[in-house]
């Protein structure tokens, strides 16, 4: 549960798991659905559901005009039964508003295509601020490459999606808002070097959170 209000121009780490720990993203549509609610439903206009549109060659949808956000997507991973955003408000309680959109209406759509009812995320989002510049790098690449921390195997990876694709320049998918990273780097190879510099000490600090939950279990 958030306990103090967001502030604009603060960044946070914002992430939700599926309820008992349901996968909620089942196929590569599914998660590609989820990720295009992060584009359409960022604005600070009253909207409906997605509907047919023109796409592009990314497949997202195209805005018809410029729309004031509610918030910077700085990153992403959508994993099969959690996600992890790193988002900036620019907006007053425009993250509550944007998670409030994106979650109603991805859940709309996951129960009508998979016959289901009932909530499908463990309740609200959660958030941590990012209170320097040092932490927000680490989670910048935690977040990146978050799908090997938790070592996914092969057949699950093209369920995943996550904005070290667009970091590196590997897709036209334009979801980030990157300058905020990438301007404290020669150049996205360098940042790339980066991630995976920091994989190692990741996969440590998880191993170290397993290993003390699973001390702590009576």
Not at 76 to 94: A, I, K, M, S
Not at 141 to 162: C, D, G, M, Q, W
Request: hydrophobic content about 35%.
């Amino acid at each position: 549960m958030n306990r103090e209000p967001l502030q604009i121009g603060e960044l946070y780490h914002v992430y939700n798991h599926g309820v008992d720990d349901r996968n909620i993203f089942i196929d590569e549509y599914d998660s590609f659905r989820f990720l295009e609610s992060l584009t359409f439903f960022n604005t600070e206009e009253a909207l409906g559901g997605i509907y047919l549109c023109s796409i592009q060659e990314t497949g997202l949808i195209v805005d018809k005009k410029p729309q004031k956000k509610l918030v910077n997507i700085i990153a992403y991973c959508l994993n099969p039964n959690h996600y992890h955003l790193l988002l900036e408000q620019v907006t007053e309680n425009g993250i509550s508003e944007f998670m409030q959109r994106v979650g109603g209406g991805y859940t709309k759509y996951y129960n009508g295509k998979h016959k289901r009812k009932g909530s499908l995320f463990r309740g609200t989002f959660k958030s941590s601020w990012l209170n320097s510049n040092e932490y927000l790098l680490y989670l910048s690449a935690y977040i990146n490459l978050n799908f090997r921390v938790h070592k996914l195997p092969e057949e699950l990876l093209t369920i995943v999606r996550s904005s070290m694709d667009e970091y590196a320049g590997r897709v036209k998918i334009q979801v980030c808002k990157k300058d905020i990273i990438l301007e404290q780097f020669k150049n996205s190879k360098e940042y790339e070097e980066y991630t995976e510099d920091a994989l190692p000490i990741m996969l440590e600090r998880k191993a170290l959170e397993k290993e003390l939950k699973y001390l702590t279990i009576d």
